[in-house]
């Protein structure tokens, strides 16, 4: 018998875990939706099957669970499904759940302890013609497009041997290329980095390892034309801490904040270290090269949010609040410091562009954001950010509702940067379910063009892609 969820925020409202699988062949459509926008919108978010071991529990560590959304021929289509990783298969199979937060040895089932925890809970991208369930801990996990259906860790054809990958690997539109990066790759809690690329066909062209200051939750990296940048920011993990009790990780805010930078065709010695004081990021925006140096705009916290430091106390919620940022590191000048300077002043997160422009200069940027800075994780705003025009659009869903990572989808391949929709699902809290919604990305004010409507929520997730049309969808 499974036990219930505990009272914590964690397991209430639009966080609490949905319990089943559906699919809804034709959700009811409020609207018109454009007859051009054809393909399918996948999300990933942690469900988590069973209520927790210990109390170190964190929301970045449920089951993951993918919702797609087609869309051909004004309908859409749904359906959703946990990704069976064998970790799911062996809590499934013992009706309860048997691994400790974090892979904790001291609270893990002993019939478990050293097996596979991982739960392929963060982003779904699509790449060399496969669907990969992504999270940081473990390898790519692919997915069957249709269906669904769980297909089991892949390894690029036995090229890939890192135990760990990036829940963000970036696409390059020029090569096609898909560039990634891994934490902890020398073993648990390591301050070992990896990086690799993947050519556009899927195949693994180099994979190599080096140093960084110290171990590091490092969720997301950057990448231009021709570098790519490692942001080691101090909310450090540390196995020892873990097995005393105390947080698997934690934010130290003593410790300086370091981002390394490599020429993409460079051997990873080349590595030149930037710092700063700390600060924490989880998700650049984009960043490209410009006159010999890189422009970074990421989300910046003064601290990292949702992490205790390491005697386990809450950190200051005033500082854990995110805005969007622009850090300039000049590549030519005798120095190891870089400039920081605010973008915007919304408290905010989840920022995205249009994918063509990855790791090119650009002029256009979405994001979700808060109305209220005092509760900065409730994102009622949608908001464009026109970056070269310095103006910014937004749209206010209604009190009580919440906004996932907003989408973007170009009109066509050969559209204009930024002329397309932005998708979104909408968590309707007075209904306590949620919507689809299609937005015109250039006049988002103006308020969904078409919402399909779901009976039952979609928690609260992490990160989601557009797949186009291929005539194998839905």
Not at 163 to 187: C, L, N, Q, W
Not at 236 to 247: E, Y
Not at 273 to 280: A, L, S, V
Not at 338 to 367: C, K, S, T
């Amino acid at each position: 018998m499974s036990l219930p969820f505990p009272a914590q925020p964690f397991f209430s409202g639009n966080f609490a875990p949905v319990s089943f699988e559906a699919d809804a062949p034709d959700l009811p459509v409020r609207g018109e939706l454009p007859k051009d926008l054809s393909g399918t919108l996948y999300r990933n978010g942690p469900n988590p099957q069973f209520a927790p071991r210990d109390p170190h529990h964190h929301w970045f560590i449920g089951d993951g669970m993918i919702h797609a959304f087609c869309v051909a021929d004004g309908r859409v289509s749904y359906r959703n499904r946990w990704v069976r990783t064998p970790k799911w298969e062996a809590e499934h199979a013992a009706h309860a759940s048997l691994f400790g937060a974090w892979g904790n040895p001291a609270t893990t089932d002993p019939a478990v302890r050293g097996k596979d925890g991982g739960v392929a809970n963060t982003n779904i991208v699509w790449h060399g013609g496969k669907l990969f369930a992504l999270e940081e801990g473990h390898r790519p996990f692919a997915l069957d497009p249709q269906t669904l259906a769980s297909l089991g860790y892949w390894d690029f054809n036995g090229a890939f041997k890192g135990a760990r990958f990036t829940a963000h690997p970036k696409i390059d539109p020029e090569t096609g290329e898909m560039v990634f990066f891994a934490y902890s790759a020398g073993g648990q809690f390591s301050a070992a980095l990896a990086y690799g690329v993947i050519d556009k066909s899927g195949t693994l062209t180099r994979f190599d390892q080096f140093d960084a200051p110290y171990a590091s939750m490092v969720h997301d990296f950057m990448v231009t034309r021709n570098y790519v940048l490692f942001p080691v920011l101090p909310l450090t993990g540390s196995l020892q801490r873990a097995m005393a009790g105390k947080p698997a990780y934690a934010w130290e805010g003593d410790k300086r904040a370091y981002v390394g930078v490599m020429r993409r065709d460079a051997d990873v010695s080349t590595v030149r270290w930037f710092e700063c004081d700390p600060c924490y990021v989880f998700h650049p925006m984009n960043a490209y090269e410009d006159s010999g140096k890189i422009i970074g705009d990421v989300m910046q916290y003064e601290a990292a949010p949702l992490f205790p430091d390491p005697s386990g106390r809450p950190g200051d919620p005033a500082k854990a609040v995110a805005h969007l940022t622009r850090w300039t590191f000049d590549l030519t000048a005798n120095t190891n410091s870089f400039q920081r300077e605010p973008i915007d002043d919304l408290a905010a997160e989840f920022p995205r562009l249009d994918e063509r422009y990855a790791g090119l200069n650009y002029r256009h940027g979405y994001f979700a954001a808060s109305s209220d800075s005092r509760a900065p994780d409730a994102f009622d705003v949608l908001s464009h950010i026109d970056l070269r025009a310095g103006k910014r659009t937004t749209y206010r869903l209604p009190k009580g509702d919440a906004a996932s990572e907003p989408i973007f989808v170009p009109r066509s391949a050969s559209s204009p940067e930024g002329d397309g929709y932005l998708l979104a699902t909408i968590y309707r809290g007075a209904e306590h379910r949620s919507d689809l919604a299609v937005f015109d990305a250039a006049a988002l004010d103006r308020g969904p063009l078409a919402l399909a409507e779901l009976s039952h929520r979609v928690p609260f997730g992490f990160h989601g892609n557009w797949r186009p049309a291929d005539g194998t969808e839905c």
